[in-house]
């Protein structure tokens, strides 16, 4: 399993990316998953149904399943939002994740940069951008800039960006560590 992220500005174009992006790559034969990040509150269950009365009623974890799909909703009930970490941990085995949002996480992202949205680049701070879609040339780029509407050479450069499931885990985990210690201090 590899990752790349998806990084930008709200109103750049990752998730239509994303969407453009999964069937060219399963069109290559690869399984592709993806993890969103939301910074509002949302819902995937419905008031009413059996799940969201048991989730309302208290609990923390709701397992659905039918012949279709399933789907395990877990309750933070006042708890920390899980560290992209542990999510990646949660997926079933693919040949790559897509991970849009978590813009300030430490993995490889492709940035989805427009100059409309009006504001800076990420490329431009972020040594973790390694890759540009772009409808602006953003010739001050040291990473490679390619168009949005270009979906092979995107892809190629996806797959090539991307990085072992474990290294991004640990880069991950490396920096919440890190974090705790300057929140709590070295731990002995």
């Known amino acids: 399993m590899r990752v790349i992220g998806l990084a930008g500005w709200s109103g750049s174009g990752k998730t239509r990316l ?7 790559l ?7 998953s993806t993890v969103k990040h939301a910074h509002h509150a949302f819902d995937v269950d419905t008031p009413g149904k ?8 208290g609990a923390g974890e709701v397992l659905v399943s039918s012949q279709n ?4 909703m877990h309750e933070h009930r006042g708890e920390a939002e899980t560290p992209l970490s542990e999510l990646l941990k949660q997926l079933s085995p ?3 994740v897509l991970v849009e949002g978590f813009k300030r996480a430490p ?10 949205v009006g504001k800076p680049p990420l490329h431009a701070r972020d040594p973790n951008v390694v890759l540009v879609a772009s409808d602006d040339p953003c010739p001050e780029a040291r990473v490679p800039v390619l168009s949005p509407d270009d979906l092979p050479a995107l892809a190629d450069a ?13 880069s ?13 201090g070295p731990t002995q």
Not at 69 to 72: K, N, P, Q
């Open 107 to 116: 993995l490889p992202k492709l940035e989805v940069y427009r100059a409309v």
């Open 18 to 24: 994303a969407a453009a992006l999964i069937p060219v």
């Open 69 to 72: 799909r399933w789907a395990l």
């Open 50 to 57: 059996d799940s969201w009365t048991h989730r309302q009623a």
């Open 94 to 96: 693919c040949d790559l």
């Open 172 to 184: 991950l985990e490396a920096v919440l560590i890190a974090m705790d210690q300057v929140d709590h």
């Open 158 to 170: 996806a797959l090539e960006a991307a990085r072992p499931i474990g290294d991004v885990i640990a």
């Open 26 to 32: 399963a069109a290559r034969g690869l399984r592709v």
